[in-house]
């Protein structure tokens, strides 16, 4: 069963934490962890939300550890350095945001809020099934998204749409079309 | 025109979470400002930015390096091993919008089921579930609590008193052995000792037994085995054969006896043996004699022993 839902468990840890080596380290972790605790998992209750969860929380578990570490700071200059370093560029030819930017953009949230973007937008789970792993109810579900998504945006934003393409093209230098009030200009550097 | 609302009240609008008459105000307010109704836009393609965003797929090796770390973990612990049952392994979470049975979920609190197989471990079937193997240990000093009297379950062992746990006290007795708990009666299995026709249940556990460490193994699957007796509800169905093993009840019985050729059997368990289903038996050898582990694969009948691996297991002092 592992092998069934291993790409989807993969998939939550590798966009929970980003990087391949930590991922395969939590997954692991977790499926070590879901083997030992194999007694107490109730038969008739669905095994793929349990396994998620254990996925979930190993995952979540080595994020916060590294965000409690204080030497991870040089780590973070770093990804500050590269994020500044390209932004001005902008990604000319960005289509997409790379997986650096969005997990860039991502560990800004509070893990609660990440996780839930990880379920409901990148890997398009409904709510409900997304509050089933999680262990929170549907409206914390939907809460969590949207304090994520309203926290990412500006994030975001100073890369290229991966929608349909802007209105505003050829205008980037004037700076992102959505901008909080308070943080009016503060991409347009 | 009213006051631009913030990113957050609108990613709770475009969720549907205000109030009505918070919702309507941003409803209007949005109909004449287009900063905010771009907003709403750009809030509104996120998890369309977040689902295109490309991450490396699992590395190859991963997956043996899960395997072979369950494998090391359950060298150290002696569970037991079911098929899963029933719709969950099926279930797959939907895509958005599709079932409501994450909300299920919530109520599925891990219910302490020590005694009994866990579905899980089907999870690692592919490698590791040993579903079909059958460990048979004989041996004077290895009494085990899965010998039958009359077709209830008996504690049977006088040498060992973590058998003596009453029922009643099931629940409280697993809370620390998790994983010895973790043996599912198998099948009866009947066979010739010492010119009686005798009984014992098998079991089912998922140890992958291993040449190199099948003597220690079985003395772990034969504590596994007292533990689980004790732990078995009076009047548990035993399974039938699991499928996997390919094997009828009757031909494990034939197996049994000509393996034990008149010498007591003090485990039968469907297991695996290098990965592949086998029966492991243990078989103990009179009175002060070494019992002998055996691992015997599907072919194992009355007439063919189909031994793979075996091992003398040394005495121990009850």
Same mark, same amino acid.
């Given at each position: 069963m592992f092998a069934r839902h291993r790409d989807r468990l993969w998939a939550v840890a590798i966009r929970t934490l980003g990087d391949p080596e930590e991922a395969a380290d939590a997954l692991q972790d977790a499926m070590i962890s879901a083997f030992r605790r194999a007694g107490s998992f109730r038969g008739d209750s669905a095994v793929t939300t349990w396994l998620h969860r254990i996925v979930v929380n190993a995952a979540l578990d080595r994020m916060r550890r590294r965000s409690a570490r204080p030497t991870v700071g040089g780590d973070e200059e770093v990804l500050d350095s590269l994020a500044s370093d390209r932004s001005p560029v902008s990604d000319p030819s960005g289509a997409t945001d790379t997986q650096l930017d969005v997990m860039d953009a991502l560990r800004h949230l509070v893990p609660d809020q990440q996780a839930a973007l990880v379920l409901v937008d990148m890997l398009g789970y409904s709510v409900a099934d997304a509050a089933g792993v999680l262990g929170v109810s549907e409206g914390t579900v939907k809460s969590r998204a949207a304090r994520g998504r309203a926290k990412l945006l500006p994030r975001l934003s100073h890369l290229r749409q991966a929608g349909p393409p802007s209105q505003e093209q050829g205008n980037r230098s004037a700076g992102p079309r959505v901008v909080p009030a308070e943080e009016g200009g503060d991409d347009a550097s | 025109m009213t006051r631009h609302a913030s990113l957050k009240i609108l990613a709770f609008y475009i969720e549907g979470s205000l109030r009505p008459r918070r919702a309507s105000r941003v409803a209007s307010h949005l109909a004449g400002c287009s900063r905010c109704t771009g907003s709403v836009q750009d809030l509104?393609?996120?998890?369309?930015?977040?689902?295109?965003?490309?991450?490396?797929?699992?590395?190859?090796?991963?997956?043996?390096?899960?395997?072979?770390?369950?494998?090391?973990?359950?060298?150290?612990?002696?569970?037991?091993?079911?098929?899963? +049952?029933?719709?969950?392994?099926?279930?797959?979470?939907?895509?958005?919008?599709?079932?409501? *049975? @994450?909300?299920?979920? *919530?109520?599925?609190?891990?219910?302490?089921?020590?005694?009994?197989?866990?579905?899980?471990?089907?999870?690692?079937?592919? +490698?590791?579930?040993?579903?079909?193997?059958?460990?048979?240990?004989? @041996?004077?000093?290895?009494? $085990?609590?899965?010998?039958?009297?009359?077709?209830? =379950?008996?504690?049977?062992? +006088?040498?060992?008193? =973590?058998?003596?746990?009453?029922?009643?006290?099931?629940?409280?007795?697993?809370?620390?052995?998790?994983?010895?708990?973790? $043996?599912?009666?198998?099948?009866?299995?009947?066979?010739?000792? *010492? @010119?009686?026709?005798?009984?014992?249940?098998? %079991?089912?556990?998922?140890?992958?037994?291993?040449?190199?460490?099948?003597?220690?193994?079985?003395?772990?699957?034969?504590?596994?085995?007292?533990?689980?007796?004790?732990?078995?509800?009076?009047?548990?169905?035993?399974?039938?054969?699991?499928?996997?093993?390919?094997?009828?009840?009757?031909?494990?019985?034939?197996?049994?006896?000509?393996?034990?050729?008149?010498?007591?059997?003090?485990?039968?368990?469907?297991?695996?043996?290098?990965?592949?289903?086998?029966?492991?038996? %243990?078989?103990?050898?009179?009175?002060?004699?070494?019992?002998? %582990?055996?691992?015997?694969?599907?072919?194992?009948?009355?007439?063919?022993?189909?031994?793979? @691996?075996?091992?003398?297991?040394?005495?121990?002092?009850?």
């Amino acid at each position: 069963m592992f092998a069934r839902h291993r790409d989807r468990l993969w998939a939550v840890a590798i966009r929970t934490l980003g990087d391949p080596e930590e991922a395969a380290d939590a997954l692991q972790d977790a499926m070590i962890s879901a083997f030992r605790r194999a007694g107490s998992f109730r038969g008739d209750s669905a095994v793929t939300t349990w396994l998620h969860r254990i996925v979930v929380n190993a995952a979540l578990d080595r994020m916060r550890r590294r965000s409690a570490r204080p030497t991870v700071g040089g780590d973070e200059e770093v990804l500050d350095s590269l994020a500044s370093d390209r932004s001005p560029v902008s990604d000319p030819s960005g289509a997409t945001d790379t997986q650096l930017d969005v997990m860039d953009a991502l560990r800004h949230l509070v893990p609660d809020q990440q996780a839930a973007l990880v379920l409901v937008d990148m890997l398009g789970y409904s709510v409900a099934d997304a509050a089933g792993v999680l262990g929170v109810s549907e409206g914390t579900v939907k809460s969590r998204a949207a304090r994520g998504r309203a926290k990412l945006l500006p994030r975001l934003s100073h890369l290229r749409q991966a929608g349909p393409p802007s209105q505003e093209q050829g205008n980037r230098s004037a700076g992102p079309r959505v901008v909080p009030a308070e943080e009016g200009g503060d991409d347009a550097s | 025109m009213t006051r631009h609302a913030s990113l957050k009240i609108l990613a709770f609008y475009i969720e549907g979470s205000l109030r009505p008459r918070r919702a309507s105000r941003v409803a209007s307010h949005l109909a004449g400002c287009s900063r905010c109704t771009g907003s709403v836009q750009d809030l509104r393609q996120i998890p369309l930015r977040l689902s295109n965003v490309a991450f490396p797929p699992i590395p190859a090796n991963l997956t043996h390096r899960i395997e072979m770390a369950i494998v090391a973990e359950s060298t150290t612990r002696v569970t037991a091993a079911e098929p899963l +049952s029933g719709e969950a392994s099926r279930r797959d979470l939907p895509p958005r919008g599709a079932s409501q *049975d @994450g909300a299920r979920q *919530d109520g599925a609190r891990q219910e302490r089921r020590r005694w009994r197989m866990p579905g899980f471990s089907s999870p690692l079937a592919g +490698s590791l579930a040993a579903v079909g193997a059958a460990v048979i240990v004989a @041996g004077g000093g290895y009494e $085990v609590a899965t010998h039958l009297g009359s077709g209830a =379950t008996s504690s049977g062992s +006088s040498s060992s008193s =973590t058998v003596h746990q009453p029922a009643q006290s099931r629940a409280a007795a697993g809370g620390g052995s998790v994983a010895s708990g973790a $043996v599912r009666p198998g099948p009866r299995v009947q066979f010739q000792h *010492d @010119g009686k026709t005798t009984t014992i249940f098998s %079991v089912t556990t998922s140890t992958n037994f291993l040449p190199v460490t099948l003597q220690a193994q079985a003395q772990k699957a034969l504590q596994a085995a007292r533990l689980g007796a004790a732990k078995t509800l009076p009047g548990a169905t035993p399974a039938a054969v699991p499928s996997a093993t390919g094997i009828s009840a009757r031909q494990l019985a034939g197996c049994v006896s000509n393996i034990a050729a008149g010498r007591n059997v003090l485990l039968v368990d469907l297991a695996k043996y290098q990965g592949n289903p086998a029966t492991i038996i %243990v078989v103990g050898s009179g009175p002060s004699g070494p019992g002998v %582990v055996y691992a015997v694969g599907p072919a194992c009948s009355a007439t063919d022993t189909d031994v793979l @691996g075996q091992q003398n297991l040394p005495r121990t002092a009850p």
